[in-house]
C-alpha cells in the first residue's frame, strides 16, 4: 500500500526548463512534507519542506506547491541546471513528541541537459 | 560534527550468516531510524527509536532486529541474512518534536546477499 504515490518516475528537460515531479497522499493526518534530494553514491538530504496550512513555499529556485483539498503537492525547478540532476524524493511524516516518522514516495530520476 | 555515520559502506553475506550495521549520530538527535532503498520503491522504513531504550517497528521490520543503548549509537542486526534483504540501507537521525524537523542521512551501507 503506497500511502504517497509520485509521478514522474523520470523526468529529461533542457536547462533552464522548469521540471515538475507531483506527489499525492491518503493520510490526511500527515501534517509535514519534505522533499529530499539523492545524489549517486550519497544519503539523501533535505531540499525543502511544508507544513500544510500553507499554499506554496519558495526557498531559492525550489518551490512547493500544496493543494490540501486534493491532497497533492508537488516541487517546481526553476532555471534548472545539471547540477540539479538528481534524483527526487517526496516524503511525508505526522509529526509528533516521538520524531520524524517519514513515508516516501518512489523517487524521481532527473536528467537535465545542456 | 561529523553527523550521521555509516559503515561499513559496502558489505557481501552469504546466505544465513549475520551481520550488524552500525550507525552513529554525534547531534544529540533523540529519533533515530533505519531505512532500506530498493529500486522503484523509495525508501521504507525498517525500525526506529525516539530514544535510548526506546524502539519500535516501522514498515518492513521481518528479519531485522536494533536496540538503543546510547543516544548516539543505533545499530541494525540482521538475523540470518536472505537475498531479498539485498539494498542500500541508510540510518537517519533528527530532533523529536515539531520546531526543527529536518532529518539527516548517512551515506548508506551497499549490502548484497548471495
Known amino acids: 500500500q503506497q500511502q504517497v504515490k509520485q509521478s514522474p518516475q523520470s523526468l529529461i528537460v533542457q536547462k533552464g526548463g522548469i521540471p515538475i515531479i507531483n506527489c499525492a497522499y491518503e493520510n490526511t493526518a500527515f501534517d509535514y512534507f519534505p522533499w529530499y534530494q539523492q545524489f549517486p553514491g550519497k544519503g539523501p538530504a533535505l531540499l525543502i519542506a511544508?507544513?500544510?496550512?500553507?499554499s506554496e513555499k519558495k526557498e531559492g529556485r525550489f518551490t512547493i506547491s500544496f493543494n490540501k483539498s486534493a491532497k497533492q503537492f508537488s516541487l517546481h525547478i526553476m532555471d534548472s541546471q545539471p547540477g540539479d540532476s538528481a534524483t527526487y524524493f517526496c516524503a511525508a511524516a505526522i509529526l509528533t513528541g516521538g520524531g520524524n516518522k517519514l513515508t516516501f514516495g518512489t523517487g524521481t530520476q532527473l536528467k537535465v541537459e545542456l | 560534527n561529523a553527523g550521521v555515520t555509516q559503515t561499513p559502506k559496502f558489505q557481501v553475506l552469504k546466505t544465513g550468516q549475520s551481520m550488524t550495521l552500525q550507525c552513529a549520530q554525534d547531534m544529540n538527535h533523540e529519533y533515530m531510524s533505519w531505512y532500506r532503498q530498493d529500486p522503484g520503491m523509495g525508501l521504507r522504513l525498517i525500525h526506529y527509536?525516539?530514544?535510548?531504550?526506546?524502539?519500535d517497528q516501522g514498515e518492513v521490520p521481518n528479519g531485522y532486529n536494533v536496540s538503543r543503548s546510547t543516544t548516539e549509537d543505533f545499530p541494525l542486526r540482521l538475523l540470518s541474512a536472505a537475498p531479498s534483504q539485498t539494498s542500500v540501507y541508510f540510518c537517519?537521525?533528527?530532533?523529536?518534536?515539531?520546531?526543527?524537523?529536518?532529518?539527516?542521512f548517512g551515506q548508506g551501507t551497499r549490502l548484497t546477499v548471495v
Open positions: 511544508i507544513r500544510p496550512d500553507v
Open positions: 537517519a537521525s533528527s530532533y523529536s518534536g515539531h520546531s526543527n524537523t529536518e532529518a539527516f
Open positions: 527509536s525516539v530514544g535510548a531504550g526506546i524502539t
